[in-house]
């Protein structure tokens, strides 16, 4: 078994350069990896001469495993770099094993009925070895696409999350909510009722509208129904003989604006939905 084994690696090291040659001519044409049909032929025999040469490594290692890893995270940054989606890369790897039995036999490597029996256990511990390069593939491809999503997300899905204003607590956000709606009560009656003015104070008005929108969706339109409700009603007492026109534009753009936003949010919400199940 060993004597065969050894032959067989050894084979595999020379010859490491022909069998990538012939399995890039493989993955550059076959219909289920079309992402690899655009790429750099010395870029895709680089990738097979470097696993392939690495296969002594790992054959004859203590803990094959971590052996695998050199190749596992490289390859894996390798074709998310040029954005192959995983499944293409995980059939490449099947082809890659199949292209490295079929030259083995083509060559004569199984000579003897004895050494066709060796071939079949050496087979098992090549698919164990290719075994752990793909799960490694896989988990290297989605450490990447998660470091990518928590760039994206940036302060969006730190605020979705919960991680501002009262972390994942809800009461805290109504607490805070509460103070800003009596806040805009207050400057709303201030301006309206004492000051007897118009003038643009609304525009505070945004910033619990939008924070509603965020943290709550569309149900956060409630609070922008509410201020629209307030400037309304407040001019009709205390602005009798002041244009009502812009007031209702106001309030008009609170609703609207706060109802887009909150739909906004509510894609977003969902999207993180699936980054949660993703990376659970």
Known sequence: MQAYAAKLINLIESKAENIAKQWAA???KHNRTPSYHALPKDM????GVN???LFRQ????EVPYEEAKTFSWKYAEGFYREKIPLHEAMYALILMRRHLWLYAEFQGTFV?????????????RTILMFDYVSYQVTEKYQELVIGD?????GVVKTLLMGKLFGGTKNIYKILLMIILLVGSCILTYYYHAIAGTGIIFTHLFYIPIIFASIWWGKKGILVSVFLAALILISHALFLKGMPFLDDII???MFVLIGGVVGWLMDGIKKVEDLYKTFTA
Not at 112 to 124: D, R
Request: hydrophobic fraction near 50%; charge should be neutral.
């Open 26 to 28: 493989d993955v550059m």
């Open 44 to 47: 895709v025999i680089e990738q």
């Open 112 to 124: 003897t009925a004895l050494e066709k029996q060796q071939a079949v256990e050496s087979l098992n």
């Open 51 to 53: 696993f392939y040469r």
């Open 58 to 61: 790992m054959s004859l290692a």
């Open 250 to 252: 106001r309030a008009f």
């Open 149 to 153: 999503i928590d760039k994206k997300f």
